[in-house]
């Protein structure tokens, strides 16, 4: 599994705020840190994520195995068969 590598980060919460992690850590489980680390991930980095190149409603999806060559090893010597003179 890949773990990212973490940066140590000091940061100042209200009583509040600590009570609450707190309480949320002893529940769940998990380390204040890694449920801090979760909540900017769900509300920070949702945002920059980058869209899927095809989503699956893209249109061109519907090309896939549109086309036949009759060749069955496409798959294995394709550059063969885009570069080579015949």
Same mark, same amino acid.
């Given at each position: ?10 940061? &100042? !919460?209200?009583?509040?705020? /600590? ?5 949320? %850590? ?6 204040? #840190? ?9 509300? &920070? !980095?949702?945002?920059?994520? /980058? ?5 699956? %409603? ?6 896939? #195995? ?21």
């Amino acid at each position: 599994m890949y773990m990212p590598k973490k940066v140590r980060t000091q940061l &100042y !919460l209200t009583e509040r705020q /600590r009570k609450v992690l707190a309480e949320q %850590s002893r529940i769940t489980g998990k380390s204040a #840190g890694e449920l801090v680390r979760e909540a900017v991930d769900e509300v &920070y !980095l949702k945002q920059h994520r /980058r869209p899927q190149v095809l989503g699956d %409603s893209d249109p061109l999806w519907n090309l896939v #195995g549109s086309g036949s060559s009759g060749q069955t090893d496409i798959s294995s010597r394709h550059d063969d068969y885009l570069y080579d003179e015949q």
